[in-house]
């Protein structure tokens, strides 16, 4: 066994010459041109399509960005707290004045209070007037499609 350092003979088994610098520069080199290279081209060929497309469409079907000239609502609002009294009044006078939903059928706007008053003085109103679920169903008129109804399909013909 020999000490370690020490080696038997002049035969040695390390390398006696450090790595080849210039060699690894210019491996790193070549493939950092050839990366650039191919970022190029594929830059070129994106601008090229895009070009070619921008051309082929007509104006009205470009992307709707770039037909816009200003900002679509809704638009940031400038004094938020004022907007919002504003909203809030109007609210209010609709939930507390007297007004038209449908004239021609006969649909009116009342006051909430005024509501409120006319419903404790009424009551609710009775729906059905005692009938059965069935029969408060079967006056109603009827529709396409009835609530609770299955879904039929057709079925095989029945064999003799």
Avoid at 8 to 37: C, N, P, Q, S, Y
Avoid at 57 to 77: E, G, N, S, V, Y
Avoid at 132 to 141: A, G
């Amino acid at each position: 066994m020999n000490p370690q350092g020490q080696q038997k003979g002049g035969d040695a088994t390390h390398e006696r010459k450090d790595a080849d610098v210039i060699g690894l520069f210019m491996v790193a080199g070549l493939l950092l041109l050839i990366l650039a290279m191919s970022l190029l081209v594929c830059w070129g060929i994106f601008h090229l399509f895009t070009r070619e497309r921008a051309a082929q469409q007509p104006l009205a079907r470009r992307p709707r960005a770039m037909q816009m000239t200003a900002f679509p609502p809704p638009r940031l609002l400038v004094r938020p707290a004022m907007e919002r009294a504003k909203f809030q009044a109007a609210e209010r006078t609709q939930l507390n004045s007297y007004g038209w939903i449908n004239r021609s059928g006969g649909v009116v706007r009342i006051p909430i209070g005024r509501a409120m008053q006319l419903l404790l003085e009424r009551g609710l109103p009775e729906v059905g007037a005692g009938q059965t679920r069935l029969q408060l169903m079967q006056s109603r008129p009827q529709t396409d499609v009835q609530p609770n109804e299955p879904i039929s399909t057709p079925g095989p013909e029945a064999t003799p």
